[in-house]
């Protein structure tokens, strides 16, 4: 088995699920609101990933991160370097494609906070802030939880995307998915089914632990 | 001149009716104000346009100097910045809280002995001495109704808003909490505006009564007066005199 490529796989997953709490979580408690005549439009764009195929968005990465585009021209000049085929391009794929695993758990979790536990908070002069913290979050941690482990697993697992924007770079882009391919292209099966099983277990054991997340365990 | 809160607003609906209303009560003074009317005459709503909870979609309404809301100027102060106490018909406990932690959930964190006192004031003055460790799910209706009071006027509000605040409790229990919450309020001297649709707790709890239905103030003054001289066969009805 690669061991590179898996601490290479365990870095991206980790970076994805680190800037989807950040990222996602506003996001979420903004669709979470009541009411919203246009939250339709933001709920759609967010679910795209899950029916987009992959190529689809890789495509699109690598041409708004081109040197021909403005975003990959500011970031060129900020960053002084390009973002398709290294580490970053990879991560910002992998959020991209990861944002509806992240934000619709996080959203019905927040959803699912009575309305008037909330207003409740206001009324006592607790800024919205703070009520966020005090209140809404302790009483969906179990569905963010839940969301950021789905997030983690499933970028452990990304594939096409992250071929389209990373390339195939030991150490810098090649993923634990992507050596699997590579080792099937080299015939080289016996690593192949090494790392497929290595996935298959932590896949397991992740859902596992999302089930058990999402069972409650007292009701208030 | 004396502070007072005035209001004057209507509430529309997309799809539902319109909610007028009318008010004008000094807030210097302790009295308990009764909004009474009919399930769906918009009594809630009236309520929740004061505590800032929902937005008139035009008029006004002002404390004393302060306003806090005009339709006009796109004024809306937040609930936060109203001064006031809500206290829901479900109580809306925090079931990850404990009774002191629901209790003290107001009252600024910066000082734990004054906090701890405050807590332990409302506990015995509310008859709940024991249960500060309890969590909500833990008590009978009666107590969490007494714990979601103690919360609610634990801050000191300036003005009370009580929606159908007994409603939610067996028959025993709510002539219990009746008479102790008309003693509490007069203790506490916070002018407090309770809704109900029960003549019995305008009766027991009110000195100035607002009669709504269909969406708009009937007849308001103080309770004898209306209970005596209702202005129609309507308001009889709703206040029970008829």
Redesign the interface.
């Known amino acids: 088995m690669d061991w590179t490529a898996f601490r290479l796989t365990l870095s991206v997953a980790s970076c994805t699920t680190a800037i989807l709490f950040a990222l996602g979580l506003p996001l979420a408690a903004w669709l979470a609101r009541p009411g919203g005549r246009w939250r339709f439009l933001i709920e759609t764009v967010v679910a795209l990933p899950l029916v987009l195929p992959p190529t689809v968005l890789g495509f699109y990465i690598l041409w708004a991160a081109g040197p021909r585009t403005l975003p990959g021209q500011w970031y060129e000049t900020i960053f002084g370097s390009r973002l398709p085929f290294t580490f970053q391009g990879i991560v910002l794929a992998s959020v991209l494609y990861n944002l509806p695993f992240a934000v619709r758990p996080f959203a019905a979790a927040l959803a699912a906070v009575d309305r008037q536990l909330i207003e409740a908070s206001w009324c006592l002069g607790v800024s919205r802030l703070a009520t966020f913290r005090r209140v809404t979050f302790p009483l969906a941690w179990r569905g963010i939880l839940a969301g950021l482990v789905l997030t983690f697993a499933h970028a452990v697992g990304e594939f096409g995307v992250v071929l389209m924007v990373g390339g195939n770079i030991p150490g810098v882009t090649r993923t634990l998915s992507v050596s699997i391919y590579e080792d099937v292209q080299a015939l080289d099966y016996a690593s192949a089914a090494h790392s497929s099983l290595v996935l298959v277990a932590f896949a397991f054991a992740v859902l596992s632990l999302v089930h058990l997340l999402e069972r409650k365990p007292r009701s208030a | 001149m004396t502070p007072l809160l005035t209001a004057d607003f209507e509430r529309r609906f997309a799809r539902g009716p319109t909610i007028q209303a009318a008010l004008r009560r000094p807030v210097d003074s302790f009295s308990v104000t009764a909004l009474i009317g009919p399930s769906g005459c918009g009594k809630t709503t009236v309520l929740r346009c004061l505590?800032?909870?929902d937005r008139p979609s035009s008029g006004k309404i002002s404390f004393g100097d302060e306003v806090w809301n005009d339709g006009a100027s796109g004024t809306n102060l937040?609930?936060?910045r109203r001064?006031?106490?809500?206290l829901?018909q479900?109580y809306?406990l925090?079931?990850?809280l404990t009774v002191a932690g629901n209790i003290a959930?107001?009252l600024a964190q910066a000082d734990r002995a004054q906090v701890q006192q405050r807590v332990a004031e409302l506990l015995s003055l509310l008859q709940l001495d024991g249960l500060d460790a309890r969590?909500?799910?833990e008590l009978s209706g009666g107590q969490q109704q007494r714990v979601a009071l103690a919360?609610?006027v634990a801050?000191r509000p300036r003005l009370l808003f009580l929606d159908e605040p007994l409603s939610a409790l067996d028959a025993p229990t709510r002539a219990e909490l009746r008479q102790m919450l008309r003693r509490l309020l007069a203790e506490w001297q916070i002018p407090a505006i309770v809704v109900t649709h029960d003549p019995v707790e305008v009766a027991a709890l009110a000195d100035e009564v607002v009669v709504m239905s269909a969406g708009r103030v009937r007849q308001s003054g103080p309770v004898a007066e209306v209970l005596n001289n209702p202005v129609d066969a309507d308001v009889a009805r709703i206040v029970g005199s008829a």
């Open positions: 505590a800032g909870l937040p609930p936060q001064g006031i106490g809500y829901v479900e809306a925090f079931p990850h959930f107001g969590y909500p799910h919360r609610t801050p």
